[in-house]
């Protein structure tokens, strides 16, 4: 039974995104409009897959382009070439764009208005999963020895035998010399377990926050308004120079430390065996914000989440969640706060209040 719901369901997307090109394409033509409201009444699967699609559009038209000026002029080559071609003959040639399905309407004759829109809007669609996803991922990698994609997580032996696990969509350079062993954090989180050498410290470097150790395992998360840092085994010293007061804190084990990039500092304990969670495929949350909670998921599933309700992202959550069924677990963060998952494509997935 629910897997033909599911199927239903997927059906009623896929017939949503249609009909959003057409009426975009031809916006005053009054038999299409009666067409698409006929369908859209005919149950209340088309009628809510109808406002999901729309919630995507007004969500989308609120991100910011990533590298636009890069793939902006070959966007518009491909619409260029694509409008003096029909698009029976042409299909969409971007790896990873999927042609879109068409509404089931009556045929009014050739509408090569309308399949060109079809044509484009996955091309346009492929263009900006690439521009918002894969643009950062290219600049990050170039700058790194190591990194990882999203969903993957990998282990690095280094020189010195430090084991250094990356965790989805993360970064690393090293840097070893004579006196110390460097390494900086790009993106992302790593979880360190370092070998001792009392003549050559290691270091790690989060922006402007420097993580100093001789032999212990600590995470470190590098995010947007700071870094984190926690603690599993021995002592470290975290600091952040530039800020005044400087930053100058201790940690043992168990202990772990927030320091935003102007230099506010908030400590806290953190059980030991939640140190790296992500790393046995845990999401551990306790009164995080539902905003946070999906941020950390994020990494785990290849695609967009987007919460459409800031109300709904400031609720807390408490729970652990499996990273390895990223769909299951923000169902269940979701099901506690009497929240909708909707999946509108394969790469798309919104959240709202219910």
């Keep these: 039974m629910t897997g033909n719901t599911d199927a239903v369901e997927k059906q009623a997307s896929k017939e949503a995104t249609d009909w959003f090109i057409l009426l975009k394409d031809e916006p005053d033509d009054a038999v299409l409009r009666r067409e698409f409201e006929a369908w859209r009444q005919k149950s209340p699967v088309n009628a809510t897959a109808w406002d ?10 609120t991100a910011r382009p990533v590298y636009s000026d890069r793939w902006a002029p070959s966007l ?21 764009a999927q042609p879109l ?19 484009f809007g996955g091309l346009a669609a492929a263009a900006c999963v690439l521009a918002l996803l894969v643009g950062p991922d290219l600049v990050r990698e170039l700058r790194a020895d190591h990194a990882t994609g999203t969903a993957e997580v990998k282990t690095i032996k280094l020189s010195d035998d430090t084991a250094v696990t990356l965790a989805p969509e993360s970064a690393i350079a090293v840097s070893y010399m004579a006196g110390e062993r460097h ?28 993580v100093t150790v001789l032999g212990t395992a600590f995470d470190v998360r590098r995010g947007d308004e700071g870094a984190r840092v926690a603690v599993a085994e021995g002592v470290v010293r975290v600091s952040h120079d530039g800020a005044a007061p400087a930053v100058a804190e201790t940690l043992a084990a168990g202990q772990l430390v927030r ?3 102007a230099g506010r500092a908030e400590r806290s304990d ?25 941020d950390e998921l994020r990494r785990f599933y290849a695609g967009r989440i987007i919460v459409t309700d800031a109300a709904l992202a400031s609720r807390p959550v408490t729970g652990v969640y499996n990273l390895a069924d990223p769909i299951a677990a923000l169902r269940g963060i979701a099901r506690a706060q009497n929240a909708v998952v909707r999946r509108i494509t394969p790469w798309l997935i919104l959240v709202s209040a219910s």
């Design 52 to 61: 999901a699609v729309q919630q995507a559009s007004k969500a989308m038209d």
């Design 76 to 96: 518009a080559k491909l619409r260029a070439q694509t409008e003096g071609e029909d698009a029976n003959d042409r299909r969409p040639s971007i790896v990873g």
């Design 101 to 119: 399905a068409y509404a089931r309407r009556p045929s009014r004759g050739a509408r090569r208005g309308r399949r060109r829109a079809m044509q």
């Design 183 to 210: 390494v900086r954090l790009l993106d992302g989180e790593a979880f360190f377990e370092v070998t001792q050498d009392a003549e050559r410290p290691f270091r790690v470097a989060a922006r402007v926050v420097d």
């Design 259 to 261: 320091v935003s990039w």
């Design 270 to 294: 953190l059980p030991v065996d939640r140190v790296g969670a992500w790393r046995h495929n845990q999401l551990i949350a306790r009164d995080q914000p539902l905003g946070a909670v999906v």
